[in-house]
């Protein structure tokens, strides 16, 4: 019979033990990796939840959801929130609340793993705002408001960052159908960073800190101001909106979906514009120009 010596037992123990603990940690290993991809796949259908019923109210009709958002959160206090265990009872509930308004929310399927959903409308806080590019305008249109209440103003918020340029123009009514041709005065140039020497006019304004515009809506629309626009001149331009003393006519809306699937939270938002955020056509704020300057219609 072959005998061992207590070192040589002494070294196969450590050499079983180390496997054990070798084999222990690839096993750990192994379940966590498995819960991650499964928690990143829960996390996707979560998102894809929320984007699809997101979906619903940006494809419907923009006008009708802007009229019944702001009938709904003005009688509400400023927010609605809509909650479920079931993404049918969701949609029934939503449907409920703001009526027939376009929302093609029979083409939503549940998830089998999702088991809670949320939606919460609100008007959208300075800090959020659509993003508007080169050949975008966000405008203000007073002509669709008949009456401005008194003391009204408007803040336009910036977020500082890159070097952004956009240009505010005021658009006047001519006293009939039509349009006052605009001055140096009615068109500034703004900049979120270090712009100088940037514009070619003496209206030229630079910010080096987030940019913040505030217009009193009811003088302007006493003085025949037809629409404040708002044109960007380079890079994407996010604007937000707050109002005061004004009845929320100018704010924005939020609106936001959130599903639960196997645990896993997702949150999806999007910024619907005021309905005052509609004007002409973005081509009539450009000039064209030939040889001999700028194209009147008398020359066309």
Do not use: H
Not at 72 to 97: F, M
Not at 171 to 179: H, L, N
Not at 262 to 272: D, F, H, L, Y
């Amino acid at each position: 019979m072959k005998k061992y010596s207590g070192q040589a037992i002494a070294i196969i123990m450590v050499i079983l033990v180390v496997a054990a603990v070798i084999g222990a940690s690839l096993y750990s290993r192994m379940i966590r990796n498995k819960g991650e991809v499964i928690d990143t796949r829960e996390s996707s259908k979560a998102l894809e939840q929320s984007g699809n019923i997101l979906d619903a109210f940006i494809t419907t009709d923009i006008r009708t959801l802007q009229d019944r958002l702001y009938e709904k959160l003005t009688g509400a206090g400023g927010k609605i929130t809509i909650e479920a265990t079931r993404l049918d009872d969701l949609t029934d509930n939503i449907v409920a609340y703001f009526g027939e308004i376009g929302l093609e929310l029979e083409e939503l399927t549940m998830d089998a793993s999702c088991s809670n959903y949320k939606m919460s409308f609100e008007f959208a806080p300075p800090s959020e705002g659509p993003e508007y590019k080169v050949g975008d305008v966000m405008a203000i249109n007073l002509s669709s408001v008949p009456t401005v209440p008194s003391g009204c103003e408007v803040e336009l918020n910036f977020p500082s960052g890159d070097n952004k340029i956009f240009t505010v123009k005021e658009v006047y009514s001519d006293g009939g159908v039509g349009y006052k041709p605009y001055e140096l005065a009615d068109m500034k140039v703004y900049c979120t960073n270090n712009c100088t020497g940037m514009s070619p006019t003496t209206s030229f304004e630079t910010w080096d800190t987030k940019p913040i515009l505030t217009y009193n809506m009811y003088n302007f629309k006493q003085n025949g101001l037809t629409e404040l626009r708002v044109i960007p001149l380079k890079g994407t331009i996010e604007i937000g909106v707050s109002s005061e003393n004004c009845g929320n006519i100018f704010d924005q809306f939020l609106i936001k979906a959130t599903s639960i699937c196997s645990g896993q939270e997702r949150t999806m938002q999007v910024i619907i514009p005021s309905a005052t955020n509609y004007g002409y056509d973005p081509m009539f704020d450009y000039t064209i120009y030939n040889s001999n300057g700028a194209l009147a219609p008398e020359v066309l």
